[in-house]
């Protein structure tokens, strides 16, 4: 159906616009196999690259040209229909997305801990840390994604082969690192909403090597324990300084903690890494050149990353801005997911908690504040609103004017709501809204699998009401997109906005944040599968 204007023949054309059909189910994700009895989980890695960033890295001009003449690089973004979404140049005052990645490959140095054919290659990335720095650097989330996370995976062009992996509407995100660590870069893109800086992938041979040249690192069980079921980690009841082998023990048990879950493994993920950010802040290793030369040529030998990191400005440039970053702003979050519809042994993004949290990171919205950063932001705003309001007062009163009549008849304009925010009945209250507003056939167009973006799509002559649209509930211009295939105009309600009639307010979810850098924590709770006594 085309545009119906009020001089329109088709202004006199009675009845309800007609409905579009309800979206059909995707199909099948394809067969992934079963979990392997006991991949190696190479967190260190990974923790110790982020937490030496977190901190900050005090001669970072030595430690870079260290890296620069080891690391290897990849393409940042693989995706075969969005390779070019990047951020670039990048932009000193907006928020920054680094991609911290371990692979658990068995191909080179890696084989004494299993042979190609268990992980060859890329391998599955076993670790998936996501840290943002908010626009202004006072704040640091490190948001851990669960390696069984059924997601979209795109098309992407292998890092190795430049061919084309096909990718499928369900899989598990760790798979997506088999076409290069561009495609997981190009997945957490789709799924996030955000556009990631930079990536770092690292395997597991440098495990051993990190931990000894960081002096080890304290960890807390619960009980004395023995993990006879893959890694043979050994541990007495209480705090122990692991390195060596031992800390790759730790960090490679699948069972031994909790109920052997994945939420498990990613809290004793977490905790490693703020026990090392503590250990590292407290010892001053930042500032020991001798060390900082020995974590760099470690580190770097077994890491690759993407091109635009690959300089000494750019790993400077991240290092100024999180010199000076208060522990207490440094947060460790799991990404909000439950069991997977489609087998209970994977799991899924939780909806409408997944969207509203991801809407919190792409709107820099600040997940804790220590006291005294509080106390800040407080008097800043307080100085802020004084400002304003004697400017209001001073200012003069503005000249009245009608507003402008729209060019069409608001009342016969077709415009379906879409709820796509996971949160049943959420398109009651806008079409409300719109009706009060004189869009008074507007109808549901139901509800539809969650997305993380709210959208208005207009099709053929309906750019001007889909403004209109956009402009009454206060949606930014980036919402409105061209659809050829939408009768009139399609608003699509995402988990960014969740509640209200105007968007802009960000929920963040309940007890998002499990802990903080600054906080030392209870010890890890010990499976009594493997107690010792």
């Known amino acids: 159906?085309?545009?119906?204007?009020?001089?329109?023949?088709?202004?006199?054309?009675?009845?309800?616009?007609?409905?579009?059909?309800?979206?059909?189910?995707?199909?099948?994700?394809?067969?992934?196999?079963?979990?392997?009895k006991a991949p190696l989980w190479l967190k260190i890695v990974a923790v110790t690259l982020s937490g030496a960033l977190v901190l900050g890295l005090g001669t970072a001009g030595v430690l870079v040209m260290r890296l620069q003449g080891n690391v290897t690089t990849a393409p940042l973004n693989a995706a075969v229909s969005n390779g070019s979404k990047t951020k670039t140049p990048e932009?000193?005052?907006?928020?920054?997305?680094?991609?911290?990645?371990?692979?658990?490959?068995?191909?080179?140095?890696?084989?004494?801990?299993?042979?190609?054919?268990?992980?060859?290659?890329?391998?599955?990335?076993?670790v998936m840390l996501l840290m943002n720095i908010s626009a202004d650097n006072s704040q640091v989330s490190i948001t851990s994604f669960p390696r069984d996370l059924m997601v979209p995976i795109p098309d992407c062009l292998s890092s190795v082969t430049g061919k084309v992996v096909p990718g499928s509407t369900s899989g598990m995100l760790n798979s997506a690192l088999g076409a290069g660590p561009g495609c997981t870069v190009a997945a957490i893109n789709d799924l996030t909403g955000l556009t990631i800086d930079h990536f770092m992938l690292a395997d597991f041979t440098a495990v051993k090597q990190l931990s000894?040249?960081?002096?080890?690192?304290?960890?807390?069980?619960?009980?004395a324990m023995y993990d006879v079921n893959g890694s043979f980690l050994r541990l007495p009841a209480g705090k122990s300084l692991v390195e060596g082998e031992q800390a790759l023990a730790f960090l490679r048990t699948r069972h031994a903690f909790g109920d052997a879950s994945d939420l498990d493994r990613i809290k004793a993920q977490q905790y490693f890494l703020g026990s090392m950010a503590r250990k590292v802040t407290s010892e001053g290793t930042l500032t020991n050149l001798p060390k900082l030369y020995n974590l760099a040529d470690v580190v770097t030998k077994n890491l690759t990353i993407d091109q635009g990191l690959a300089n000494v400005p750019a790993m400077i440039g991240i290092a100024n801005r999180l010199s000076k970053i208060n522990l207490a702003n440094v947060s460790f979050v799991t990404v909000p997911w439950e069991a997977y519809s489609g087998d209970s042994n994977r799991v899924q993004l939780k909806e409408p908690e997944a969207g509203q949290y991801f809407a919190a990171l792409r709107n820099n919205t600040a997940l804790t504040k220590s006291a005294a950063d509080a106390a800040a932001a407080a008097s800043t705003s307080a100085t802020a609103a004084q400002t304003s309001a004697a400017a209001t007062?001073?200012?003069?009163?503005?000249?009245?004017?009608?507003?402008?009549?729209?060019?069409?008849?608001?009342?016969?304009?077709?415009?379906?709501?879409?709820?796509?925010?996971?949160?049943?009945?959420r398109?009651?209250?806008?079409?409300?809204?719109?009706?009060?507003?004189?869009?008074?056939?507007?109808?549901?167009?139901?509800?539809?699998?969650?997305?993380?973006?709210?959208?208005?799509?207009?099709?053929?002559?309906?750019?001007?009401?889909?403004?209109?649209?956009?402009?009454?509930?206060?949606?930014?211009?980036?919402?409105?997109?061209?659809?050829?295939?939408?009768?009139?105009?399609?608003?699509?309600?995402?988990?960014?906005?969740?509640?209200?009639?105007?968007?802009?307010?960000?929920?963040?979810?309940?007890?998002?944040?499990?802990?903080?850098?600054?906080?030392t924590g209870a010890c890890l709770t010990v499976n009594p599968a493997y107690y010792t006594y």
């Open 1 to 36: 159906m085309g545009r119906r204007r009020a001089d329109s023949a088709a202004a006199n054309v009675a009845g309800t616009p007609h409905q579009e059909p309800p979206v059909e189910n995707e199909p099948a994700g394809r067969h992934f196999k079963g979990r392997r």
């Open 91 to 126: 932009e000193p005052n907006d928020s920054m997305q680094v991609l911290i990645l371990g692979t658990d490959t068995r191909a080179g140095a890696n084989s004494e801990y299993g042979t190609e054919a268990d992980s060859a290659g890329e391998g599955q990335s076993d």
């Open 212 to 223: 000894t040249a960081l002096g080890g690192v304290e960890v807390c069980v619960d009980h």
């Open 393 to 425: 007062s001073s200012a003069p009163e503005p000249a009245s004017s009608a507003p402008a009549a729209p060019a069409y008849n608001k009342a016969i304009q077709p415009i379906s709501v879409q709820n796509a925010t996971a949160i049943v009945g």
């Open 427 to 519: 398109s009651v209250e806008l079409l409300k809204a719109l009706s009060g507003a004189g869009f008074t056939s507007s109808w549901s167009g139901g509800d539809v699998a969650a997305q993380n973006e709210t959208k208005v799509l207009y099709g053929t002559d309906m750019a001007d009401v889909a403004a209109d649209v956009a402009a009454l509930f206060k949606l930014p211009a980036s919402a409105l997109q061209a659809d050829p295939t939408v009768t009139g105009v399609k608003l699509v309600v995402g988990t960014d906005w969740s509640s209200g009639t105007q968007f802009g307010t960000v929920t963040v979810p309940q007890d998002i944040v499990s802990s903080t850098a600054d906080q």
